[in-house]
């Protein structure tokens, strides 16, 4: 075979003690012990135990397909030690641990704990679908911690927790009550309503307000998307009597009266 003077690496052996070796050109042959020298090994990095979500590099090539090089996520493991990676190209294939060397983890954002209406960013691939760089709010988890967020443009899908990363919480809002004016800020709930104003008529449970927007809709909101806004000074107003002129300045009561006049019969 003209081999003489190729290197590679031991895949397996063919008998109890004549090897299968992968030369670095690509080819796999088989060898007389008497033909394999070992080589000197090199220092090896300590690298943690592998695990899935870690981000890695591919340093070897036991594993055919040309990837040495490139780096990846790990989306699970295909038998005790070997892990199947999802490749920052968008592939996915399975290696051998050899080849599999762990990223030093400054490399990757840690995550604080996940929340249900947290603010988040997709920064890795491991979830199919080229979502990384969006963002989004957590709608629910789909297991014990791998979140469902609906992204900023509609779209919904649950991702691996590792490709999710928190983004800065906005400033707190004051605690909502029932007339208070609000603006809607977020899109966990459906219907495109995000920017819309309008007032808190009651609460759907012990947190989630209804909410009558000043276009006449009224839905409920998850307590995430709505943000109060800061209170008008309210001018100093009498005790109301019957026979007082009013004005109707507010719309949490339906029939789109806010601006009328009139006076008070009982």
């Known amino acids: 075979g003209g081999h003489k003077g190729k290197k590679g690496e031991i895949t397996r052996f063919v008998d109890a003690e004549n090897p299968e070796v992968r030369l670095e050109n690509g080819q796999?042959?088989?060898?007389y012990k008497a033909d394999v020298q070992a080589l000197p090994e090199a220092p090896k990095p300590s690298v943690t135990a592998l695990k899935v979500g870690q981000r890695v590099e591919i340093v070897g090539s036991l594993t055919p397909g040309g990837h040495?090089?490139?780096k990846g996520q790990i989306t699970r493991f295909v038998d005790a030690e070997n892990p199947e990676v999802r490749l920052d190209d968008g592939q996915t294939a399975s290696f051998y641990k050899a080849d599999v060397q762990a990223l030093a983890e400054s490399e990757a954002p840690k995550n604080t704990a996940l929340k249900v209406g947290q603010r988040v960013e997709i920064v890795g691939s491991l979830t199919p679908g080229g979502h990384k760089g969006k963002k989004g709010e957590i709608t629910r988890f789909v297991d014990a911690e791998n979140p469902e967020v609906?992204?900023?443009?509609g779209h919904t899908a649950a991702f691996y927790k590792a490709d999710v990363q928190p983004v800065p919480e906005a400033p707190k809002s004051v605690a909502l009550k029932v007339g208070q004016r609000v603006e809607i800020v977020g899109s966990l709930t459906p219907g495109g309503h995000k920017g819309k104003k309008g007032e808190i008529?009651?609460?759907?449970?012990a947190e989630n307000p209804e909410v009558r927007l000043e276009n006449g809709q009224t839905a409920s909101?998850?307590?995430a998307d709505v943000q109060a806004l800061p209170e008008a000074p309210k001018p100093s107003v009498t005790a109301l009597k019957v026979g007082q002129r009013v004005e109707i300045v507010g719309s949490l009561t339906p029939g789109g009266h806010k601006g009328k006049k009139g006076q008070i019969t009982r």
């Open 201 to 205: 008529t009651r609460f759907v449970d």
């Open 68 to 70: 040495k090089g490139k």
């Open 150 to 153: 609906r992204l900023d443009s």
């Open 28 to 31: 796999t042959a088989s060898f």
């Open 221 to 223: 909101f998850y307590k």
